[in-house]
């Protein structure tokens, strides 16, 4: 007796369900199904999953780096294929100079470089000296290399200066110091002031002036850095970072 088969499309048995095209519209209406509870459940949930974050792209990426430029004081990033883990930064000519293992990516650049830039400006805020300490110095230097000078600076500034590295009005008595000496040696910061402080009574560059400069011990030595650091040959000393290893 041949066996009896159901007219239910649902059927298993049924001989159109065993067809490739039974197969396909199977397929097409689990498929279907599982779209719909999928969207119902988003509905339902969707107070309780947030939505994911867009991915960067690079347009994004770009208005990050132009951000990052508006907000942070002068900087240049300087990449080394020699370079592994290490990350160097220092202020080199009024410029802070970062530089970084070839193998980062632009994103890892974009979050390595305020952490070396708030290290170099950490290190220069300890190292920085007041408008007072500037005028204390002065003193300094007057009693030690001038003691015939009766004259004496009413105000001792730091100037934001790229031209110069001190000026002095010698009519009122005010010497403004560039701001790039702040971290400088000791010694060239001394030597510079120690030049200003002459002007106080000498205007000019003639030999009365280099006479008295010429007390200063470390004359020479100041001079020489002064030319280096404007050559771009001299700079703060270095923040150093390490990164973790690769990961295998």
């Known amino acids: ?37 999928n969207f119902i459940q988003g509905e339902i949930f969707a107070d309780i999953f947030p939505d ?9 990426l770009k208005k990050e ?32 100079e970062i530089h970084i293992p070839d193998r980062l990516s632009r994103r890892q650049e974009f979050e390595v470089i305020p952490e070396m830039i708030d290290l170099v400006l950490k290190r220069e805020n300890r190292l920085r000296k007041s408008d007072g300490a500037l005028l204390e110095l002065s003193d300094l230097l007057l009693a030690d290399f001038l003691p015939e000078f009766n004259e004496r600076p009413i105000s001792v500034t ?8 001190g000026s002095c009005t010698t009519v009122d008595k005010t010497i403004r110091i560039s701001e790039r000496l702040n971290t400088a040696p000791d010694y060239a910061l001394r030597y510079v002031l120690f030049h200003e402080l002459i002007h106080l009574r000498i205007a000019g560059h ?8 010429a007390r200063y011990p470390d004359k020479d ?12 040959s001299a700079g703060s000393p270095e923040e150093i970072l390490e990164l973790p290893p690769i990961q295998a």
Do not use: C
């Open 52 to 60: 994911m974050p867009a991915l960067k792209t690079k347009k994004s």
């Open 221 to 232: 030595r100041a001079e020489a850095f002064l030319e280096g650091y404007e050559a771009g």
């Open 65 to 96: 780096h132009e951000e990052l430029l508006s907000r942070l004081p002068e900087f240049r990033v300087i990449r080394s294929s020699r370079r592994k883990r290490t990350l160097h930064a220092y202020r080199q000519n009024g410029v802070i």
């Open 158 to 165: 730091w100037r934001v200066m790229r031209e110069r590295w």
């Open 1 to 37: 007796m041949a066996p009896q088969t159901s007219d239910n499309p649902d059927n298993p048995d049924n001989p159109e369900n065993s067809s490739p095209e039974a197969g396909q519209r199977n397929t097409e209406s689990s498929n279907f199904t599982g779209l719909v509870e």
């Open 206 to 213: 003639g030999d009365d002036f280099h006479e008295l400069l």
